[in-house]
């Protein structure tokens, strides 16, 4: 036993020095980039934008995925080593916002401000009947513990059920790619049997009561290659191309299945219906996402409903064989004797209300600092036609009285004023 050890020892001190220099210089390399992230991201002036919408939003939800290709799919500030590996620079990150605040329902938009004239101008050139106000952060009002000060929180992030090359549910799917029937002139608009999925959160954010707050985030940014290259150590391929293999691999396995000297089988239903989504997919661009929700009240009104609205509310986006969206990284947790003090669970309270507060989602240490259960965030890739699924402005479908819409609609000035 003692030889061993000596051999242990021995190996131990004449090799690891070798090593040594490229741990140190690897740990170096770590925190040089952490700390010139860090940099960067502090300098960044962020700007909080309120959509306030008019009486009607006759616009499908492709309006919004034209407003996600053209000005929050930005993919540029990193493209040289000075910029990336000297500024520290980061691809640019937004975060989409519906809050109910006391049961009054608003819609934001939270960007660096050097993309603000842009966002502005192309949500303007889809939805020219809007306004668009810069505006506070409502956060800030929010109490800074809640605990302490008489408040209950519980928070969660969401996951996908299955890989993310597999989509979910969207608008096309919800018949929502064509518009409603226009009314005549001189006549009430008729009414709308279009059915339009976000019209169930709009409605519950807006029922809550004085004291309650139900707050949503998608915190967006385009998306690169995430995926392992076969026969490649570390070589990436983006999800376009891993969705297109997986669509080649069905094809080829119902072939594997056709016998010799029969017809070739034909895909089931439900095989047709992957293929389908999965090549209508990889057609859009992608965009990394983090979807996070708080549910916050005065002690005295805390209602628990209000947490099976947020376990439920993405439901209608699932299908069995295509993907959904399902529950990650909640506050609490499921036996008492996993926090018989309650202390793990207003550890993850600070820590969720601080992450929503600085929209954390996609880089350190902001990515790793934060951690629910001994997990890191949950974060996938939706292309456009997901996103603005889940976030798009609702027109007649959602008629909550607490969403704030402008009372008239916009015109064009009469022709003949004087100059």
């Given at each position: 036993m ?16 070798y ?5 140190l210089?690897?740990?170096a ?11 960067y991201?502090r300098?960044?002036k ?12 006759v616009?499908?939800?492709e309006?919004?995925?034209v ?7 930005q993919?540029?500030g ?6 990336k ?7 640019p ?39 668009i106000i810069?505006t ?13 000060e ?19 549910k969207?608008?096309?799917d ?33 029922s ?23 026969d ?7 999800w376009t ?5 997986r ?9 594997g ?6 017809p070739p ?8 219906d992957?293929?389908s989504?999965?090549e209508?997919?990889i ?22 409903i209000?947490?099976?609205s ?5 439901k209608?986006?699932?299908s069995?064989h ?13 036996y008492?004797w996993q ?8 550890r ?5 209300l601080q ?7 996609f ?17 996938f ?9 889940l ?7 959602s008629?909550?009285a ?10 064009e ?7």
């Open positions: 003692s030889d061993l050890i000596e051999k242990v020892f021995f190996i131990f001190t004449n090799v690891i020095p090593f040594l220099p490229f741990v210089a690897y740990i390399w770590k925190s040089w980039m952490e700390y010139i992230n860090t940099q991201l300098s960044i962020w700007k909080m934008l309120q959509i306030v919408l008019p009486k009607e939003v616009k499908t939800p309006a919004m995925e407003v996600f290709s053209t000005a929050f799919h993919t540029g990193t493209g040289t080593w000075w910029a590996y000297v500024q520290g620079k980061l691809r990150y937004f975060s989409l916002e519906i809050a109910s605040l006391e049961g009054n329902v608003f819609f934001f938009i939270r960007t660096p401000e050097f993309f603000k004239n842009l966002i502005e101008s192309q949500i303007y050139a889809q939805y020219p009947q809007i306004e810069e506070d952060d409502y956060v800030d009002s929010a109490p800074q513990d809640p605990i302490k008489g408040w209950h929180l519980w928070g969660v992030e969401y996951k996908l059920g299955k890989d993310d090359v597999y989509p979910i969207t608008y096309v919800f018949g929502l790619d064509k518009p409603p029937m226009p009314a005549f002139p001189g006549m009430a608009s008729p009414p709308s049997s279009q059915l339009d999925p976000i019209t169930g959160l709009v409605e519950h954010f807006g809550i009561k004085k004291g309650e707050h139900l707050w949503m985030q998608f915190v967006i940014r385009a998306a690169w290659d995430s995926y392992q290259e076969p490649s150590w570390f070589g990436k391929r983006s191309k891993e969705a297109a293999a669509v080649k691999q069905i094809k080829e396995d119902m072939k299945k056709t016998e010799e000297g029969m089988k034909m895909l089931s239903k439900g095989e047709q992957v293929v989504a999965l209508r997919s057609s859009k661009y992608g965009f990394d996402v983090g979807i996070r929700a708080l549910y916050m009240a005065d002690t005295r009104v805390f209602t628990p209000n947490i099976i947020l376990v439920n509310v993405f209608q986006y699932g069995e295509l993907n959904s969206l399902k529950v990650a990284n909640v506050t609490d947790y499921d008492p926090d018989p003090w309650q202390r793990r669970e207003h993850n309270i600070r820590s969720h992450a929503y507060r600085e929209r954390r989602f880089y350190p240490p902001w990515s790793d600092s934060f951690s629910m259960h001994n997990t890191k965030h949950t974060t890739i939706l292309n456009t036609e997901e996103l603005a699924t976030y798009h402005f609702p027109g007649r479908v008629e909550t607490t969403f704030k819409r402008i009372d008239s609609k916009k015109g000035p009469p022709q003949n004023l004087p100059i």
